[in-house]
């Protein structure tokens, strides 16, 4: 867990919020957690695209 994630549950145990802020809290981070991920991916093409566009030869690492 994310120590923000932490936080939240944490809040919930102790009943300061509801669980229905820390299921909104859990969608919140499994969002950027995707972002992120489409981030990677995206620049990881971006380099391929850039190395083929120089005249280089992509080869897979198979």
């Keep these: 867990m994310t120590p ?3 936080q939240v549950h944490q ?3 102790s009943g300061v919020i ?3 802020d ?3 809290a859990d969608h919140e981070l499994l969002d950027a ?3 992120l991920e489409n981030a ?3 620049a ?3 380099s391929v695209a850039a190395i083929r566009a120089l005249g ?3 080869q897979s690492g198979a």
């Design 22 to 24: 820390v299921f909104d």
């Design 40 to 42: 990677r991916a995206e």
């Design 4 to 6: 923000s994630r932490d």
């Design 56 to 58: 280089g030869k992509w």
């Design 18 to 20: 509801a669980r229905a």
């Design 44 to 46: 990881g093409r971006a």
């Design 33 to 35: 957690s995707d972002q």
């Design 11 to 13: 809040a919930y145990q």
